[in-house]
């Protein structure tokens, strides 16, 4: 009876396994492999690093190993995820004595590794920022499509709603501005991508100073005057901080 109940106690934590693997995307093959090096009783040794930078979403083995005595058993475990990783330029500390119960939790780890893990590990996430000099150039080459080779100044130009990126290749989906102004104060929305997803929203605004010529009178003119040629010159101004009603 007792080995009745044994053999039926394996069989439904092995069923309990495959069902894991399947909803946690583990494949059996690799446990398969690591489970097949260490079935003969060998043993072997892992340093774990006390702190550590990390690129993607998630913690993983090979991101915290230091050294291994196994380098295929390092290559065949380091893709298992340990736990999310925090958010791009954010860190996170991790207790030496859970990442140990993590591995003692591997039944096919049990009694056949040492490891060398610290009391806590920093773990850092790699980040990148907001190409500046490319956002003024979007900005730049936004203003210059509508106002038809006018010219034209750009000034206080900032960034808002701006957060550290993840790694990966930048784009950027350009909005329309606010009724769609082209001079004086400009703030245009623009979407953030970084390897093709979504990431952010932001806002870019400026001041532009855009200068056309326009006819001026030459003296003071009496009301009800007849102008004449001679009355009026063409003069560069700062159409930006004209009057509304300049014609």
């Known amino acids: 009876k007792v080995r009745h109940r044994k053999e039926k106690t394996v069989f439904t934590g092995t069923l309990c396994l495959m069902l894991a693997w399947i909803i946690g995307g583990i494949y059996p093959f690799s446990w398969k492999s690591v489970s097949a090096e260490t079935a003969s009783g060998d043993t072997f040794s892992m340093e774990i690093s006390q702190a550590v930078t990390v690129k993607e979403d998630q913690i993983y083995i090979k991101?915290?190993?230091?050294?291994?005595?196994?380098?295929?058993?390092?290559?065949?475990?380091?893709?298992?995820?340990?736990?999310?990783?925090?958010?791009?330029?954010?860190?996170?500390?991790?207790?030496?004595?859970?990442?140990?119960?993590?591995?003692?939790?591997?039944?096919?780890?049990?009694?056949?590794?040492?490891?060398?893990?610290?009391d806590t590990v920093w773990v850092v996430r790699a980040h990148q920022?907001?190409?500046?000099?490319?956002?003024?150039?979007?900005?730049?080459?936004?203003?210059?499509?509508?106002?038809?080779g006018a010219e034209f100044k750009v000034s206080r130009f900032r960034i808002r709603r701006s957060h550290k990126l993840p790694l990966g290749r930048?784009?950027?989906?350009?909005?329309?501005?606010?009724?769609?102004?082209?001079?004086?104060?400009?703030?245009?929305?623009?979407?953030?991508?970084?390897?093709?997803?979504?990431?952010?929203?932001?806002?870019?605004?400026?001041?532009?100073?855009?200068?056309?010529?326009?006819?001026?009178?030459?003296?003071?003119?009496?009301?009800?005057?007849?102008?004449?040629?001679?009355?009026l010159r063409f003069e560069r101004i700062n159409i930006s901080k004209a009057p509304r009603n300049l014609i």
């Not at 050294?67 to 207790?95: V, Y």
């Open 63 to 118: 991101d915290i190993i230091n050294g291994c005595s196994d380098t295929n058993l390092h290559q065949r475990i380091g893709n298992l995820s340990i736990g999310k990783a925090p958010p791009p330029g954010r860190e996170k500390i991790i207790r030496g004595s859970w990442i140990e119960s993590f591995f003692r939790s591997k039944n096919w780890l049990q009694n056949r590794i040492t490891l060398s893990v610290p």
């Open 129 to 148: 920022t907001q190409p500046e000099k490319r956002l003024k150039r979007l900005f730049r080459d936004y203003i210059a499509e509508r106002i038809n």
């Open 170 to 231: 930048i784009t950027f989906d350009v909005g329309e501005s606010s009724k769609k102004r082209t001079l004086g104060s400009v703030v245009l929305p623009m979407t953030v991508y970084v390897d093709g997803k979504e990431t952010e929203r932001i806002i870019l605004s400026a001041w532009i100073d855009q200068y056309q010529n326009v006819v001026c009178a030459d003296r003071y003119l009496p009301r009800n005057s007849t102008l004449k040629a001679a009355d």
